[in-house]
């Protein structure tokens, strides 16, 4: 595996990293058996720099890192996130709110240390930004778990620029996590300068755009339980759009030689060394596949290709309903 810098630390993360959502939330059903496995086989393929939030499975995914985390300790470079409340009912976007308060903060992490049976987090995320709470506030508090050994470093997740730049006043943001990818460009232009401006890297999520990009995702056939069969990206005529566009893109990776995730995970890592994309998977063939990635070169035509693609069939979407996006995208 190769490795990048975390923002302007001496550590060295895996260019590719492990998001572990779906192991336990949002993505249909769970088998913590292959879960763990694949944590394992992470391990054994240097991918050491694990993603997770209090908020998936309400606590559940930081419970099931623990089985591998605690005797691979020294092994694991953990980053986790407090932010996000559920009410009761589910993990449906309208149950789901945004609490950055100080207050909560400190039981968040304390619960987050226990889950994960550990006395240090790595890398610790505000989730979402809270219109209730300034951000110096928020940042602020997180700065005292730093001075309390708590957390080593600290994250921003989905931040405008300007946010990024306010918080980075009060504490050094180590990492800003945003969706990066083929079909999702948001960071581009200002937060990306800024983050390169302050040093700040960039984890990118769903570089495989949530799978759509692998060109395996059954649209028509997604049950009702996997919450990406509620996202416009896989309704309607953006569905259409995005089944011509993956296919196409399909075929390029084909004379690369690679798999779509391949290269769809390569094309994040070309876009800078200051970029570290973290696909997430709960079984271990796709984790071997994404590994992979690290070795595929992009041309400069290459690159240019992939744009043209993308341009062909422009009625991608957007990546989360109205409301999801209206609330909690970019502040």
């Known amino acids: ?54 908020i998936y499975g309400n606590g559940l995914n930081e419970s099931l890192i623990s089985k591998v985390l605690v005797p691979n300790r020294s092994k694991v470079f953990i980053a986790t996130k407090f932010g ?20 909560w903060m400190k039981k968040a992490v304390e619960l987050s240390l226990q889950r994960l049976r550990t006395d240090v987090i790595d890398l610790y995320y505000l989730h979402r930004v809270d219109d209730a709470v300034s951000i110096e506030e928020s940042v602020g508090a997180m700065a005292q778990l730093v001075k309390e050994g708590k957390v080593r470093y600290l994250g921003l997740s989905e931040v405008s620029a300007a946010t990024l730049r306010r918080a980075h006043a009060v504490h050094p943001i180590a990492a800003l996590q945003s969706e990066y990818s083929i079909l999702t460009r948001d960071p581009e232009g200002s937060v990306l300068s800024a983050a390169r401006e302050l040093g700040t890297s960039l984890v990118a999520f769903s570089p495989l755009s949530r799978g759509l990009i692998t060109n395996t995702i059954p649209i028509s056939t997604m049950p009702a339980t996997d919450f990406r069969s509620s996202l416009p990206r896989y309704q309607g005529e953006h569905a259409s759009n995005n089944l011509q566009l993956t296919t196409q893109f399909a075929s390029i990776a084909s004379g690369k030689g690679c798999t779509p995730a391949q290269l769809a995970i390569a094309w994040v890592l070309a876009q800078g060394d ?28 290459d ?14 979407g957007e990546r989360y309903a109205e409301g999801f996006m209206r609330n909690l995208v970019n502040k």
């Not at 923002?7 to 939330?25: D, H, Q, R, S, V």
């Not at 309208?94 to 950055?100: E, F, I, K, P, R």
């Not at 690159?303 to 991608?316: E, F, M, Q, S, W």
């Open 84 to 103: 996000f409340k559920m009410k009761e009912g589910g993990a449906a976007p309208g149950n789901m709110y945004v609490d950055a308060s100080p207050a």
């Open 1 to 54: 595996m190769k490795y990048r810098k975390l923002g302007t630390t001496t550590e060295k993360l895996p260019a590719i990293g492990l998001g572990c959502m779906g192991m336990n939330f949002a993505y249909g059903t769970t088998d913590d058996k292959e879960s763990i496995a694949t944590l394992e086989k992470a391990l054994d393929l240097g991918i050491n720099f694990w993603d997770t939030a209090d």
């Open 274 to 301: 200051d970029i570290i994309p973290i696909p997430g998977t709960k079984k271990r063939k796709y984790l071997e596949e994404n590994a992979g990635a690290a070795d595929v070169v992009l041309t400069t035509e």
């Open 303 to 316: 690159l240019a290709g992939i744009d043209a693609l993308v341009a062909k069939y422009p009625n991608v």
